[in-house]
């Protein structure tokens, strides 16, 4: 079982920028696909952005797209969140998830396993 612990979450003005880090507890961890998805008050769960397991196959959410950036670092372990110009329509529990064959998934059931959160909190 993979174990994810998100961090870097927190409040933040309008156009501002977060960077959330998720490390994982498996030596493995190059092997699998990596992503964030994000779930706001009454809202499901969507996905933010995903990332393959050599780092070549990068997908976002239209919502996203120039303003996010994922990226790995298999020696770490870690997936990293940037986000930029941030809007109050981004604020939500962000929460990194992994799974070997996820590259490609925007539903979430292909990955395995989920962190924990963290909460992004954008002000107007």
């Known amino acids: 079982q993979v174990r994810l612990t998100e961090s870097g979450g927190g409040l ?3 156009g501002g920028s977060l960077s959330l880090s998720c490390v994982a507890n498996v030596r493995t961890f190059g ?3 990596m ?3 994000r779930q706001a008050p009454g ?3 969507e996905f933010v952005a995903s990332i393959s397991t050599s780092g070549g196959i ?3 959410a239209d919502a996203v797209k120039g303003r996010f950036s994922i990226s ?3 020696t770490k372990f870690t997936v990293a969140l940037q ?3 941030l809007k109050p329509e981004d604020t939500a529990v962000y929460y990194c998830g992994v799974g070997k064959y996820a590259t490609y ?3 979430g059931t292909q990955y395995t396993s989920w962190g924990q959160g963290t909460q992004v909190t954008v002000s107007s």
Request: glycine share 4%; aromatic share 16%.
């Open 58 to 60: 990068i997908n976002y």
């Open 31 to 33: 092997q699998f696909a």
């Open 43 to 45: 809202k499901e769960r």
């Open 35 to 37: 992503g964030w998805f």
């Open 12 to 14: 933040v003005q309008a």
């Open 72 to 74: 790995r670092d298999d």
């Open 105 to 107: 998934d925007t539903t």
């Open 83 to 85: 986000m930029n110009n």
